[in-house]
């Protein structure tokens, strides 16, 4: 903690001579319920410590990556096609990174999105300013976008990023708008951070999965990441399975923009454990072959825009048969981050 406090000594009366501004952070509960904070920002922040993934790559969306000094260990590795991270040094976990290490970078922001409240408070007290950030749930998402273009100076880029998102997430909203609630799919989603994690009021792909004309059995269980249990899941008998997969998780490596399309094997391999899971085996997702993963990428965050387009046309294919979200993604990568699309974004493919 000596480090901290003395950090704080030398530095606080250089920022405290920048523009400071209040603006609205979202706190999502473990219930889901959306709270709001009043948080003060410098306006604009000169150095920032980035500890989520989604928030890496909105920055890097609205130009604003050079102001960016520090990262954590899951944004280098899952996040590196935005080549500007690769260089940086890390502060290790989002959840519990080196509060030391933070505070000698002297940042004048750091934007978290789990980070421990005791930690959290370690930096207010050391005179730096914190903001979370989720940039993954839909429900305020571009909300957190446009915020972040008032806090660095881009509201014209941000609203036109924003903008972007929107159009794409009402083309699916307004195809699937007058489906009958008969015709709806009822679909088990599993988290990519766990076996039997599902999605619930709060999580970032449950309005993906209402608007793409779905019901999420977790939904009653009425939690963001409920946990359920295979015979619950049996008893549901969902019509489609959907698994999103992080870099890593189940031997599922990443280098560049997405799977490695060498990995379509491991991919391959990951569908067929998920669909001889003895709770899964008999439900209707896979006797008729409905089940499908994606990458995490794409199913919460900006990039969510072709998430819900894979959704669409796996649980409506017949609303859908024009859209081609491959199509969507290489747009968006090249018009927002200056990317070409590369490898294996959802299996199968086709």
Known sequence: MAAVLLAAAVWPAVAAQQKRITVTEYFVTPQGEIEKRAVRVPCPPRRVVVLGTYQAEILKALGQEKRVVAVTDSIKES????????????????????????????????????????????????????????????????????????????????????????????????????????????????????????????????????????????????LANPIVTPEWVAARNPQVIIKSVSPGFAGVTTSGIGFEAKTSNELKKLQQ?????????????????????????????????????????????????????EAVHREMLKKFYGEELKGVWVYPSK
């Open 79 to 222: 996040r590196g096609w935005l080549k500007y991270v690769l260089n940086l040094p890390s502060v290790g976990s989002a959840g519990t990174p080196n509060i030391e290490k933070i505070v000698s970078l002297k940042p004048d922001l750091v934007l978290e999105w789990n980070l421990k409240p005791e930690l959290r408070n370690k930096l207010t007290r050391a005179g730096i300013p914190v903001m979370r950030v989720y940039g993954y749930k839909a429900d305020f998402l571009l909300e957190e976008i446009q915020t972040l273009g008032l806090i660095f100076n881009c509201r014209e880029r941000a609203n036109a990023y924003a903008a972007y998102i929107k159009k794409h997430w009402r083309i699916v909203q307004e195809r699937t708008k007058n489906l009958k609630s008969n015709q709806k799919v009822k679909v088990y989603w599993e988290d990519s951070t766990s076996d039997w994690r599902s999605a619930g009021p709060g999580h970032g792909a449950y309005p993906l999965i209402k608007w793409a004309g779905g019901i999420s059995i977790a939904s009653e269980r009425r």
């Open 273 to 325: 454990r998920l669909m001889s899971r003895p709770a899964l085996k008999n439900t209707s997702a896979v006797k008729q072959k409905r089940v499908y993963l994606i990458s995490s990428e794409i199913s919460h965050g900006p990039g969510s825009i072709v998430g819900a387009y894979y959704l669409s046309k796996w649980l409506h294919p017949e609303l859908f048969r024009d859209v081609n979200p």
